[in-house]
């Protein structure tokens, strides 16, 4: 047994949708120490195999699938996986995670990585077994269908013991932020669905029987019960997710006045009252969900409406980004109207943060005069309607009427319309901003401006806990805001995103149980530095990308409205970021990046184990 690799599999599998083959390869153990799993190894991958330069819609762009050495095994929060692609929305790098049975079946199939490449020729579903083998199988009876009906016709043709993860009429379409649906689990932030849609692939279905060994079951259902009692105990774990769900941060937010309203233009206060978590689940609350078998915390929620203009609607969320992108961001204050369109983005395969913060762009153009209503047939189109937000969305999917323009997304639409547009145009690196004004959380101006993916509000870090609830965090501060934003994404990068436990589930565990629960499945003997070592390796890898992709200091950039208007009212009243290059400054030097170009340090790359990196990046 000296060569087992304990947690994982130890193989990988290679799908060609143009020659319609496959075939299996042994993954190096190295690469497991090195990146975990999940988002490491998917890093790692792309910057190897995917050439510099190439159309992210073209036939030559690849979809990583990938799991990590806690998916399926009883580690509450563990069922999920991790996407590898190059975005069509951002042209950079673009990786997601999500929760539901898709990730633990995948694992079961005996692979631990699906690497798909090529197109086919007519719309085309994957069936993959533990057997090794791929079947590809026509979805022209799908194509065309919504996420929903998607997954219930496979299902019914197959098994309903199957893992699907599929693309509605968004992805086909190619809207550059459509997304994927696994169950009711959105990922793809950043156009994976437009990719998968571009090669024809509406679905990939798994399943399978097989388990990867463990090092140490003892030690490890040790760890785990251990983990059951800290998450007990924790008052986030056991009350405020397992009650509100993750749109329990609203009130925080609305309380400190970074609560973004009508498109950043200014904060919601008082009305945001009609939209908080509390309110949601006493008149909107169906069940609580578990994502993942096992999870205690049970954050999912199932939110019915009962009657009025949008009865009927039945949505596993809205999470706190919907209710921001729908309601505060768009003036809507109506949770009937914002469970609708969850509902219906989840239905069409749409990213709900991007729709509705493009959606609010086009309100404040139209506000503004920027764009005629008339010339763009934009109908009744303005902040606080739901009626025509909730029209648009479907438009977006199928790129009908203004709606094939808003499907564009912020940044393009602002160089389409000009007239300095462009100001007000709430993304980074051209994807739409999360819900936290970084005015009144500065860390956040960094995770936004400097993130890897773009205007995602985790996957560059995560500050606003500290920001809000440390009394030792000057949320105004800007300098030294730095080593907070490194050590959340690197933490983030390695413990949840490679290992694939949930982030919400983290919130809750020590550091020396997630260890226990590492060792235990991986035997790897990690200790909790590792943890920021790997993230800080994956970091370097994730920037080595965009780097080779034109990335430059100038385009780790934020909305000029974040730098040039203060929030207007609230607690956060006066506030701007003020000298974000000195913010920069100070994230390059913990960052190890050249300060002038943004690029990776030989010397950070060689401390980090990852020395082969240079080449990619001609260093
Ligand atoms: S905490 Fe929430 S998101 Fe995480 S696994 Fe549990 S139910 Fe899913």
Redesign the pocket.
């Known amino acids: 047994m000296e060569n087992t690799i304990f947690g994982y599999h130890g193989t990988l599998l290679r799908i060609d949708l143009t020659e319609q083959i496959c075939r299996t390869e042994k993954i190096d153990p190295n690469e497991f120490r090195l990146y975990m799993g999940g988002r490491g190894l998917g890093a790692s991958m792309l910057l190897r195999e995917l050439p510099a330069g190439i159309d992210p819609l073209s036939s030559e762009n690849i979809l990583i699938f990938s799991t990590g050495p806690l998916v399926g095994t009883p580690v ?2 563990s ?2 996986y991790s996407l590898h692609t190059k975005s069509p929305q951002t042209g950079l790098y673009s990786f997601s995670i999500s ?1 539901g049975r898709f990730g633990s079946i995948m694992k079961k199939t005996g692979f631990d990585v699906i690497v798909i490449t090529g197109k086919s020729s007519v719309p085309t579903y994957l069936l993959i077994n533990d057997e090794g083998s791929v079947e590809f199988r026509n979805a022209d009876h799908l194509w065309g269908k919504n996420t929903e009906s998607t997954q219930e016709t496979i299902q019914a043709d197959i098994s309903p013991n199957v893992g699907i993860t599929c693309i509605g009429p968004a992805g086909e379409n190619m809207v550059p932020y459509a997304c994927l649906l696994n169950e009711r689990r959105a990922l793809g932030r950043g156009g994976a669905g437009a990719v998968m849609g571009s090669k024809n692939l509406k679905a990939v279905v798994v399943q399978g029987n097989k388990k990867a060994p463990l090092a140490d079951s003892k030690a490890l259902k040790s760890a785990i019960r251990s983990g059951m009692a800290e998450l007990r105990e924790n008052p986030m ?1 056991s009350k405020v ?1 397992k009650m509100y ?1 993750s749109a329990s941060t609203l009130r925080k937010l609305k309380d400190n006045g970074v609560l973004p309203d009508k498109n950043w233009s200014d904060v919601a206060l008082d009305e945001a009252e009609s939209i908080t978590a509390e309110r949601m689940r006493e008149h909107f609350l169906v069940e609580d ?4 078998s096992g ?6 929620k199932m939110f019915g409406v009962k009657d009025g203009d949008w009865e009927g609607s039945l949505s596993e969320g809205p999470d706190y980004e919907t209710v921001y992108s729908f309601g505060s961001c768009c003036g809507v204050y109506d949770l009937a109207p914002i469970i609708h369109a969850d509902s219906i983005c989840d239905m069409l395969g749409l990213d709900t943060i991007s729709t509705g913060v493009s959606i609010a762009f086009a309100m404040e153009c139209l506000e503004k005069g920027i764009i005629d209503a008339e010339a763009y047939s934009t109908g009744e189109l303005a902040f606080g309607n739901p009626k025509t937000m909730i029209q648009l969305i479907e438009d977006i999917a199928f790129k009908r009427n203004f709606g094939a323009v808003v499907g564009l997304g912020t940044k393009r639409m602002a160089e389409k319309f000009g007239q300095g547009s462009e100001k007000f145009a709430m993304h980074a690196k051209g994807m739409e901003l999360g819900g936290y004004d970084a005015r009144g959380l500065k860390g956040m101006s960094l995770v936004y401006g400097c993130g890897p993916r773009g205007g995602c509000h985790h996957a560059g870090g995560y500050t606003v806990i500290p920001e809000i609830m440390n009394p030792k965090v000057d949320r105004f501060a800007e300098s030294g805001k730095a080593p907070i934003v490194a050590a959340s994404r690197n933490r983030r990068a390695s413990l949840c995103d490679s290992s694939l436990m ?4 983290a919130i809750g565990l020590s550091d020396e149980t997630v260890v226990g629960i590492l060792n235990g499945a991986s035997g790897l003997d990690y200790k909790s530095e590792d943890l920021i070592t790997i993230g800080n390796r994956i970091s370097q890898l994730e920037r080595a990308f965009n780097f080779r992709e034109g990335l430059t200091r100038e385009d780790d950039a934020l909305p000029q409205r974040l730098l040039d208007e203060v929030i207007p009212r609230g607690p956060s009243k006066g506030y701007k970021v003020d000298d974000f290059e000195l913010m920069k400054d100070e994230f390059y030097q913990i960052c190890g990046w050249d300060l002038k170009t943004g690029a990776p340090l030989a010397e950070s790359l060689e401390a980090l184990d990852i020395a082969w990196v240079k080449e990619y990046i001609a260093l």
């Not at 969900?289 to 993942?292: G, H, K, N």
């Not at 949930?502 to 589930?505: E, K, Y």
């Open positions: 509450p929060g069922d999920r929760g774990t997710l769900g969900i578990a994502c993942s999870c205690p915390v049970k954050c999912s949930c982030a919400f589930v």
